[in-house]
């Protein structure tokens, strides 16, 4: 019986590629762990949830690829939504008053745009 491979080998740029991924992900995990410890023992604001949600947008938006859908649009999509999700963190855990500012300053930039565009 006579059995030929079908598959063909795996690349050499690949296999380095998934060294580097794997290099990257213990890396990110462990900074992720270390985070999470020294804020618990330092202790105030979990500052530590905004790096971690930092690293996991680093680690999705630049190290990973995606299975399914890996075209332009649907990674600035997802990078996109992940920026905005880190926002949200900051303004919730670090900055309260941030968000509330920012929203005065379009409100006030939006009213003079108006008012420029449609000479009220």
Known sequence: MDVTIAYPTIRRRLLTEQRIRGFFFWLFLAAAVACGIVNLCVGGKAWSLVVVWSLWLAWSGIITRPLVENHWMG??????????????????????????????????????????????
């Open 75 to 120: 990674r600035t999509t997802h990078l996109l939504l992940y920026v905005c999700v880190l926002l949200v963190l900051i303004d919730v855990l670090l900055a309260p008053a941030l968000m509330i500012a920012g929203i005065a300053v379009l409100r006030r930039q939006l009213l003079v745009e108006l008012q420029k565009r449609f000479h009220i």
